[in-house]
DNA sequence: GCTTGAAGCTACAGTGGCTGTAGGTCGTAT
DNA sequence: ATACGACCTACAGCCACTGTAGCTTCAAGC
């Protein structure tokens, strides 16, 4: 039996985001000590490496709960897990995509600077009128 | 004189989102009309303009404080603000770069699904142990 | 001048995925 | 028996918004 640091540990998890898991329904809710406190076994240690590997794969806490309900019905077909890997890869690709446009126009816009004083910076200029872009780039954030 | 539905308009930006970068002193408390709604003149237009830009080039609301803080220099030299842009740029291409690792592993354990059941599903097996991955990947999210 | 409906106002809660803190309790080694 | 680290709950905070409720103001049409 773990404790919830011990669980921790081999996991490479935080003990705040072990119950935050369980606070979410993610991870089921463990035995408890006489004194109250969280008991691991084997089971729970899997099911925390499982998510905690999506999670590395960029698998939403949403997507994670999908694939492990489906991962309870060993005899189903695999489509929907497919299903759920190729939205994730689409969303990848899409974010690659999105930071490659603006890894070429930052490039751009700091090597057109030509270090003078910050009234003639070429970065301020392009930052203050999109007409100086090349791509579009509509929604904010990364 | 505009009215903040009209800045909005005009700037791509949805009212509740200046309200915010008002309250966060992002953007400067404009003036009123009698009936003490929000008026905006030329001068927060393209201030609203240069935020929505930066943002749609990645850059943070941190940052971007300090770049218009910087822009309220002009003669001081732009050393700092090609910095902040460095930044941002080295940020972008370390995300890709994690990004494109994700792109890989997920094609490839995709890739090697043979469409059978659930039970020997090979992307359920590679989510549960990470010795199947090729990459490393420490940091769960994207 | 009056009505009406869109647009504005404040204040606050919620998103995702944690992370940090305060103030108390439990477990275990000595 | 005591000390101290690990645990407990409950809640606030992070980023950058977004949405809601319940009200007030503005502007166009008559
Ligand atoms: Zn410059
Ligand atoms: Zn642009
Ligand atoms: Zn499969
Ligand atoms: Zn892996």
Chains 1, 2 share one sequence.
Do not use: W
């Not at 606070?23 to 000590?33: A, D, F, H, T």
């Not at 490496?49 to 060993?74: C, K, N, T, V």
């Amino acid at each position: 039996m773990l404790s919830i640091g011990t669980l921790a540990k081999r996991t490479g998890t935080k003990v705040q985001t072990i119950r935050y898991y369980e606070q979410i329904g993610l991870m089921p809710e463990p035995g408890r000590s006489a004194g109250g406190q969280r008991r691991y076994g084997a089971l729970e240690l899997d099911r925390l490496a499982f998510i905690r590997h999506s999670r590395q794969l960029g698998f939403s806490l949403e997507a994670i709960r999908e694939l492990q309900d489906l991962s309870d019905s060993p005899e189903r077909s695999c489509a929907q897990v497919d299903a759920v890997a190729q939205k994730q890869l689409h969303e990848v690709e899409a974010r690659i995509a999105r930071l490659e446009a603006l890894r070429v126009e930052l490039k751009r816009m700091i090597g057109e600077c030509r270090a003078d004083r910050v009234a003639n910076c070429r970065i301020l200029e392009v930052l203050r009128d999109h007409e100086e872009c090349l791509s579009d780039h509509d929604r904010p954030g990364s």
